[in-house]
Nanobody
């Protein structure tokens, strides 16, 4: 069975940093593009960024230059490093994959991890 498990969500002040992890099992992790989505209260789930098997990354305009997606295939883990956090970054962050078209969700989702940016 495919499982994606996020961790690392927390309360952080504006301008702060946070690193999220997504541990994957039950799929050929190294072969696939994986990505991050987020959902704020009352809003639709939105693309954040992703990384393909060659470590090429792609980001939503709202996070470009502030967030970095990386992967460690030996650990079957994808990361999201978030810097210069803003109030509007507050959301539940979800790991997703496998992704075959950029920006289109894959079949599997993690349970989500809460990120709250607040003074």
């Amino acid at each position: 069975q495919v499982q994606l498990v996020e961790s690392g969500g927390s309360l952080v002040e504006p301008g702060g940093s946070l690193r999220l992890s997504c541990a994957a099992s039950g799929l050929k992790f190294a072969a696939y593009t994986m990505g991050w989505y987020r959902q704020a209260p009352g809003k639709e789930r939105a693309w954040v960024g992703g990384i393909n098997r060659l470590a090429y990354t792609k980001y939503a305009d709202s996070v470009k230059g502030r967030f970095t997606v990386s992967r460690d295939n030996a650990k079957n883990t994808m990361y999201l490093e978030m810097n210069s956090l803003k109030l509007e970054d507050t959301a539940v962050y979800y790991c997703n994959g496998p992704i075959t078209d950029w920006g289109t969700p894959g079949q599997y989702w993690g349970q989500g991890t809460q990120v709250t940016v607040s003074p």
